[in-house]
């Protein structure tokens, strides 16, 4: 049965967390949801962090909706052995008002207002690369994949990286060749973004070291703007980036 | 010329029996009691284009990620992705 698009489900098996306190709000679409094995939400946590507020919603049991911690995890009859879901069983489902206004919170986190206005704009690169993710920049995964450290494109604003150190990431691959919004483009069509695939990793999960950057380890503005144009179709966030700019 | 300065064009067409009931019911369509005939048609022409158009869109995406799902790689790179995650505290 695939998970619907709002609806919020215990995460399973968090260290130093008590049961059900942590729940997953389901974001991706659902034409997504009924294909593929791993699901996109928010993690839905009893506390966030002050600067955390502007990308999240508190629910109505007090409990906040994140777009700053948005996953990609197995969904709960296409994991693995050895490899569970963490997802568990159902909590609910967020409102059109609570939705809505994660939607909202998810548009800000990736910049899209900025990112599509007539002149895209965003916040460039500031900092050491090397210390915390930077916006734009490749990272390689520290898990190899299918034998090779995979690169993984840093979509999460720069202050909530440099804060945290954690950082919202698309894999990118020179596998599909899908010519299609969900897949865009990047390093001249070498490689393309799987927006679907937006998952967060903590700062021990990319390797920062400058010997370890893939070359080139940087995107265009016009493919980070592809790059989210791509989200906004896997996550469903049409009608709030239309919210945004009214 | 229609509203917003489209042009409109106008046709002669059969209307199948089933849809000669729509114009009695010009709620179904979010329009007001009252509305013409030719408004009710009109723009149940523009729902049914739309959906035919939606449906088809929906169609080729579910294709598309039906077809990325069986990339090795991508099966993979989410159970990979996942364990990442998860050990990463970012939950």
């Known amino acids: 049965m695939p998970l619907l698009r709002g609806t919020i489900h215990e995460l399973t098996d968090v260290p130093d967390a008590s049961p059900g306190s942590r729940g997953f709000a389901v974001l991706t679409n659902n034409r997504w949801n009924a294909v593929m094995t791993a699901i996109g939400g928010a993690v839905v946590r009893p506390e966030i962090l002050p600067f955390e507020t502007s990308y999240s919603v508190q629910l109505r049991d007090g409990r906040f909706a994140t777009a700053a911690r948005v996953l990609s995890v197995r969904a709960p009859d296409a994991a693995p052995p050895g490899d569970p879901s963490p997802i568990g069983p159902s909590q609910g489902s967020l409102t059109d008002e609570e939705l809505a206004a994660l939607e909202d919170g998810f548009v800000r986190f990736l910049q899209i207002p900025m990112l599509l206005s007539t002149i895209p704009t965003a916040r460039r690169p500031v900092g050491d690369a090397t210390t915390s993710p930077i916006w734009g920049e490749l990272y390689r995964g520290r898990e190899p994949i299918a034998g090779a450290r995979k690169r993984f494109l840093v979509v999460s604003p720069n202050a909530w990286n440099q804060a945290t150190k954690i950082a919202s990431v698309v894999r990118t691959t020179a596998q599909t060749k899908a010519d299609v919004a969900q897949f865009p483009p990047i390093h001249g069509r070498r490689a393309r973004a799987c927006c679907g695939d937006l998952s967060t990793f903590g700062p021990s999960e990319l390797l920062m070291a400058r010997r370890d950057r893939p070359d080139p380890a940087t995107c265009t503005l016009k493919e980070m703007t592809a790059v989210v144009r791509g989200i906004m179709v896997t996550h469903d966030l049409a009608d709030a980036a239309r919210r945004a700019a009214t | ?91």
Do not use: C, F
């Not at chain 2, 408004?39 to 579910?62: M, P, Y």
């Open chain 2, 1 to 91: 010329m229609g509203k917003g300065g489209v042009v409109l064009k106008r046709v002669s067409l059969s209307i199948p029996e089933d849809v000669q009931q729509a114009p009695r019911h010009p709620d179904y369509l979010g329009l007001p009691q009252g509305t013409s005939q030719s408004k009710v048609l009109e723009n149940l022409l523009l729902i049914g284009w739309r959906t035919v158009k939606r449906q088809r869109a929906e169609a080729q995406e579910l294709a598309l990620y039906a077809a990325y799902e069986k990339d090795p790689e991508r099966i993979a790179a989410s159970t990979s992705t996942q364990r990442m995650t998860l050990r990463s505290g970012v939950v």
